[in-house]
C-alpha cells in the first residue's frame, strides 16, 4: 500500500465489485457525490428501490385485497420472497429465518421465549455499553420477571486501558457466572467499537454453562460473513436498514435455530402470522405456531417496506458474502493503513476498533482527541457522511458494496487539509 492518488485508482479499478456503487444514489455535495461513510448508520438506497414500490403499489390499485393471493409475488406469501436472501446472509436454513417487525420488537418477542429465568438461574450476560436499546430491552424484561437489573445483569467490561473485549475475558466470565446465566446477549459487531465477536466460541461456552445465547446483529448483517446455522446461536436479531440497505425504518428480522423449531413448549406471543398457515383463515381458536422462525410472526408483512428490503437483499444476491467481505478487509485495511500515517504526521486519531481483520467488520471507530469535535464538523463541512458519537468517538465504515479506494482516500487528503490548515 501506498498514499498515492494513483494508488487508490488503480485498487479501484482491479475491484471485482467496482460496479455495484452504480446500483446505489449517492447523496450530493458541491455538484458531486458525498463521500459516504455512514452505511453503518443508513445504508445508501437501491437504484431498484423505486420501482419495486411503484410495482407494489401498482399491485394495490389493481388488485385491492385480491393482491393477496394475485400476480408472482402475492402479499399473503411475502417474507417468504425475502428468506432465501436472508438465510444466505446469516448463513441460516430458509426456515431459520423471517422479516418482520422491528429490532427493539423482536428482542422483546425473543426474550419472552428466550429469557427464563428460574431461581438460581436468572441472569443475563451481555457487553457493556451496549447499544442504548438493547439495554433498555433487557433492564425491563428483568424487571418484568421481578428481578432487579443491578442484580440480574451482568455486563463484561475491557480490562483497564483496553478499549475492546478480549475472547478469553468474555468467555471466562461466561464459565465464572456459568450456574447463574440463563441468557447469553451479545453484539454480533459492537455498533461503538467496531469488535466483531467470536459467535461460535461465545456460543458454545454459553451452551456448556447451560445458558441461552443469542445476538443482535444490527451491525453484523450484511457487514461480515455469518453462519448462525453452524455456530448453534439459539436465536438472532438485527434490523435491515444499515448495512442491508432497506430504507430508514426497514424491517428487522429474526433467527431461530432448528433445534427450537418444533419445540411447542416455549412461551411465546403469538399472533396470526405465526399460526399453521394451512389453518390460518380458520381464524379458530389454539395457536399452533408455524415451524421455524416463521411461528414468531405476529401480523402480517409490512408489504412496501418488504418490497424496498428485498430489492437490497437482491444485490447481496448477486455479490455474495464472500467477495464482499475480501473486498470489506482490504478497503478497511486501507483506511486504517492511510490513519496510520496521519498518525505518524501527528494527527491524534487513535482506532480503538480491532486491528485483527477477523475481529471486525468495515467500520473503524477512532477517537478523535480533544479537537475530535471540530475535525468532525470540518470533515461534515467539506461532504463527509460519518457519525460522532458521545464523547469522542468518530465512526466511519467504508462499505464495500459502493465506496471506493478513492472515497477513503479523499478522506485522507481532506484530514491531511484539516493537518496543515
Ligand atoms: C441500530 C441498533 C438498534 C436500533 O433499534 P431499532 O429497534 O431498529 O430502532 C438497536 N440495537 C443495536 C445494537 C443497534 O445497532
Known amino acids: 500500500m501506498d498514499t498515492s492518488a494513483q494508488y487508490a485508482i488503480e485498487q479501484d479499478q482491479n475491484d471485482e465489485l467496482a460496479s455495484f456503487r452504480e446500483r446505489f444514489y449517492f447523496p450530493q455535495f458541491e455538484g458531486r457525490d458525498v463521500l459516504y461513510f455512514c452505511g453503518n448508520s443508513l445504508g445508501l438506497q437501491p437504484k431498484t428501490v423505486e420501482a419495486a414500490l411503484l410495482r407494489e403499489l ?87 420477571h421481578g428481578f432487579q437489573p443491578e442484580e440480574a445483569i451482568i455486563e463484561i467490561a475491557p480490562r483497564e ?66 453462519h448462525l446455522h453452524d455456530w448453534g ?37 403469538a399472533g396470526w402470522w405465526g399460526h399453521d398457515e394451512t389453518q390460518r383463515f380458520r381464524m379458530e381458536k389454539g395457536f399452533i405456531p408455524m415451524p421455524g422462525a416463521a411461528g414468531w410472526q405476529l401480523s402480517n408483512a409490512q408489504i412496501f417496506s418488504f418490497a424496498a428490503h428485498k430489492a437490497a437483499l437482491d444485490i447481496f444476491q448477486e455479490v455474495g458474502m464472500p467477495a464482499l467481505r475480501r473486498k470489506s478487509q482490504a478497503l478497511t485495511t486501507y483506511l486504517e493503513y492511510l490513519l496510520g500515517i496521519l498518525n505518524q504526521q501527528g494527527l491524534p486519531l487513535q482506532i480503538i476498533t480491532p486491528g485483527a481483520p477477523a475481529q471486525r467488520g468495515c467500520q473503524l471507530s477512532v477517537v478523535a482527541g480533544p479537537e475530535g469535535r471540530s475535525l468532525f464538523d470540518f470533515l461534515t463541512a467539506h461532504g463527509v457522511v460519518c457519525d460522532w458519537r458521545e464523547p469522542d468517538v468518530i465512526r466511519l465504515a467504508p462499505v464495500p458494496l459502493y465506496n471506493r479506494f478513492q472515497d477513503v482516500h479523499a478522506l485522507y487528503q481532506l484530514l491531511q487539509k484539516w493537518l496543515t490548515t
Open 58 to 144: 401498482e399491485h394495490w390499485k389493481q388488485h385491492g385485497v385480491e393482491g393477496h393471493f394475485r400476480g408472482d409475488m402475492p402479499w399473503m406469501h411475502y417474507h417468504k420472497f425475502l428468506q432465501p436472501g436472508l438465510a444466505e446472509i446469516l448463513g441460516a436454513y430458509i426456515d431459520e429465518v423471517v422479516p418482520m417487525n422491528t429490532l427493539t420488537v423482536n428482542l422483546h418477542l425473543l426474550m419472552v421465549s428466550f429469557y427464563r429465568p428460574g431461581r438460581h438461574r436468572y441472569k443475563i450476560l451481555m457487553e457493556a455499553g451496549a447499544f442504548s436499546s438493547d439495554q433498555y430491552a433487557v433492564e425491563s424484561q428483568v424487571r418484568y
Open 161 to 226: 486501558g483496553e478499549h475492546t473485549l478480549r475472547t478469553e475475558d468474555i468467555l471466562t466470565a461466561i464459565a465464572e457466572h456459568g450456574p447463574e446465566i440463563a441468557l447469553i446477549l451479545f453484539s454480533g459487531v459492537q455498533y461503538y467499537t467496531g469488535q466483531y465477536f467470536d459467535i461460535a466460541a461465545i456460543t458454545r461456552a454459553g451452551h456448556q454453562a447451560g445458558a441461552v445465547v443469542g445476538f443482535d446483529l444490527a451491525h453484523a448483517a450484511g457487514n461480515v460473513p455469518l
Open 233 to 269: 446461536a439459539d436465536f438472532a436479531t438485527w434490523c435491515s436498514y444499515k448495512y442491508l440497505n432497506s430504507g430508514p425504518g426497514g424491517p428487522a428480522g429474526i433467527f431461530v435455530h432448528e433445534r427450537w423449531a418444533y419445540d411447542h413448549t416455549l412461551p411465546r406471543f
